[in-house]
């Protein structure tokens, strides 16, 4: 009758959730293992300077191909590693192997490093980036680290005493996916941020949506007057890079311009643009 349905609904019910809780278990092992065996990779995409078309740097990006789940998205593994207290030996890892990759580029270019909010929770991460770079030999402006509103949820005096740490190792700071928190303008207040990367929402809706691209180009002229530099994220179109442009928009990142990708990509995209720019700089 009824009452058995009810109790095989249930049932089925806590069969599907043990198989959840057991399949992220064996995910998070995999992650464990992934890190240990040196599985996982970090690609890196071009951010432009709108002003003369050249490249101002990349950002890092972290890629893990699982064996059989094949390509596994940062936004899936990050939160795991981030309850796990992976994120602490892979977020230095990730600062490291960028920082050493950057070295090895034209002093032009900078790189940038995501950090979890998570990161903040251990004291000696301002410790440990002067470290890393030390060991690298980086200079500490080409580094810029992408933080986002929650680091400075609930006015954590904590965290940012630890941004002022960071900062005053000479490292830029700029604000990631700005415009997606609850008071992103409050947060531009409580600390001098660099950079403020407008959110790819507001980016994809700009040609369709009157609102979004009066929030963009808002949020150009905020960091103008305040003296913070702009990168949009996630440009797909010439459309919304010709929005962006006539916004004032400093920088632009997008698969317009370049996905992430290896390495090997990024040295040889950073040759081709030197052969390029070569004779153009004799001729003058
Ligand atoms: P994010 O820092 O905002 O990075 C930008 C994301 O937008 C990247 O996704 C990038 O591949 C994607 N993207 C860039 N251009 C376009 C475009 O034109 N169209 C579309 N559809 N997407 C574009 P990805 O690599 O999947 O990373 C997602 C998020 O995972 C990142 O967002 C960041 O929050 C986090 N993440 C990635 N790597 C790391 C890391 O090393 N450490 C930490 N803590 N988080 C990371
Ligand atoms: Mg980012
Ligand atoms: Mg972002
Ligand atoms: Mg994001």
Redesign the pocket.
């Known amino acids: 009758g009824a009452k058995g349905a009810g109790r095989n609904t249930h049932h089925c019910f806590t069969l599907a959730m043990e198989a959840e809780v057991q399949a992220r278990r064996a995910l998070e092992q995999d992650l464990r293992a992934a890190f240990a065996a040196g599985d996982l990779e970090l690609h890196y995409?071009p951010v432009l300077l709108v002003g003369s078309g050249r490249l101002a740097g990349f950002?890092?990006?972290?890629r893990w191909r699982h064996p059989e789940r094949g390509f596994i998205?940062?936004?899936e593994f990050?939160p795991m590693a981030e309850e796990t207290g992976l994120?602490d030996p892979i977020?230095e890892w990730?600062l490291r192997t960028a920082c050493a990759e950057a070295a090895s580029w034209p002093r032009s270019l900078r790189v940038a490093?995501?950090?979890?909010p998570v990161q903040f929770r251990n004291r000696t991460l301002a410790e440990t980036v002067g470290r890393v770079l030390a060991e690298t030999g980086l200079a500490p402006d080409r580094l810029e680290l992408?933080i986002t509103e929650t680091v400075l949820l609930a006015e954590n005096a904590a965290n940012l005493a630890a941004l002022h740490r960071l900062r005053s190792l000479g490292t830029r700071i700029a604000m990631?996916?700005f415009g997606t928190g609850y008071s992103s303008l409050g947060y531009l207040r409580s600390f001098p941020f660099d950079r403020i990367k407008i959110d790819?929402s507001f980016v994809s809706e700009m040609e369709t949506e009157t609102q979004a691209a009066a929030i963009v180009r808002a949020i150009v002229d905020l960091g103008a007057s305040l003296g913070i530099l702009t990168t949009a994220?996630?440009?797909?179109t010439e459309g919304q890079f010709q929005h962006l442009r006539a916004a004032g928009c400093d920088e632009v990142?997008?698969?317009?311009f370049g996905r992430?990708m290896p390495v090997e990509r990024v040295r040889r995209l950073i040759a081709e643009e030197a052969a390029e720019a070569a004779p153009a700089r004799r001729a003058v």
């Open positions: 995409q950002e890092a990006l972290l998205s940062p936004a990050v994120i977020g990730v490093v995501n950090l979890s992408e990631d996916d790819r994220e996630g440009i797909e990142q997008g698969f317009l992430p």
